[in-house]
């Protein structure tokens, strides 16, 4: 039996994002608490943060205040935070030196002498390899599938559900990077999407997709990675790239619509795991 407050669901996701207000479940031995306050982050907040992660910058908006937190039998499973994101965005000037992943005006800028400062970040806050896990020591196998049937029975309800955004930048106006977490919750099954979207204009666009899933009843929990990546070959020429930070290109709903490049943008990298709890 799952022990929730006593409103139903939507008016506890808008209760939350407007007071930030944590909510807990109690479901089959999983412990799921989450919080979606929809404030963004004080710069004395904002200065702590830089602080604890010894880096000089942050995405334009931060929802720190966001997480969700998974538990089964009181043992920490998953965990999910804009700070804990970040914190695996973090890379070394030596590494930053390195990165394949430039910005248009980069050549330009290094005939011209400029400078680039170190943030101790991805200049794009890829997050990395954070996919959510803090549980260790756990018996794997590669493989495995998400049950999709479960997630679109419509004849359940959904006991609890979370969709907001952990943190977002425009690139210095070179393009977006945008971190958003998903959540729900069913009698049958819980579902977690971590999705982060990076376009970086006359460049590339890159999607990146984690998926847990869990089938009450069962020891196995499946973690579901894609990379998805385009060369935005269609912004390469001056006068289409002009006319897409004008807003007439009609590359632009789609250039800024996840959801739909998610279903077209072909696979990069795919893996399926499979962990015991």
């Given at each position: 039996k799952a022990t929730v407050s006593v409103l139903n669901c939507g008016q506890r996701a808008i209760y939350q994002s407007i007071m930030g207000t944590p909510e807990r479940l109690d479901l089959h031995?999983?412990?799921?608490?989450?919080e979606q306050f929809v404030r963004i982050a004080t710069s004395t907040r904002?200065?702590?943060?830089?602080?604890?992660?010894?880096?000089?910058?942050?995405?334009?908006?931060?929802?720190?205040?966001?997480?969700?937190?998974?538990?089964?039998e009181g043992k920490p499973l998953?965990?999910?935070?804009?700070?804990?994101?970040?914190?695996?965005?973090?890379?070394?000037?030596?590494?930053?030196e390195q990165l394949a992943l430039k910005c248009s005006y980069s050549e330009e800028?290094?005939?011209?002498?400029?400078?680039?400062?170190?943030?101790?970040?991805?200049?794009?806050?890829?997050m990395q390899g954070y996919d959510g896990l803090v549980a260790e020591g756990l018996k794997e196998k590669e493989g495995g599938q998400i049950e999709l049937p479960l997630l679109q029975d419509t004849t359940q309800p959904i006991l609890s559900f979370q969709a907001c955004d952990l943190y977002e930048d425009d690139l210095e106006d070179c393009g977006t990077s945008k971190l958003t977490l998903k959540f729900r919750c069913m009698p049958t099954?819980?579902?977690?999407?971590?999705?982060?979207?990076i376009r970086v204009d006359r460049v590339q666009v890159i999607i990146k997709d984690i998926?847990?899933?869990?089938?009450?009843?069962t020891a196995e929990v499946v973690q579901h990675r894609v990379t998805r990546t385009k060369d935005i070959t269609d912004m390469a020429n001056a006068d289409a790239a002009d006319a897409y930070v004008e807003g007439k290109s009609p590359a632009l709903k789609l250039y800024n619509d996840p959801d739909r490049l998610a279903q077209t943008l072909p696979i990069a990298h795919e893996k399926v795991t499979t962990y015991y709890v």
């Open positions: 031995g999983w412990q799921i608490e989450k904002c200065d702590a943060i830089e602080n604890e992660l010894g880096i000089t910058s942050l995405p334009d908006q931060l929802f720190e205040q966001c997480y969700l937190k998974v538990a089964y998953l965990s999910f935070s804009a700070v804990e994101a970040l914190r695996a965005a973090r890379i070394t000037k030596e590494e930053a800028w290094k005939k011209n002498n400029c400078k680039t400062v170190h943030t101790g970040l991805h200049w794009t806050y890829d099954c819980w579902f977690i999407l971590l999705r982060q979207f998926r847990w899933f869990h089938k009450f009843g």
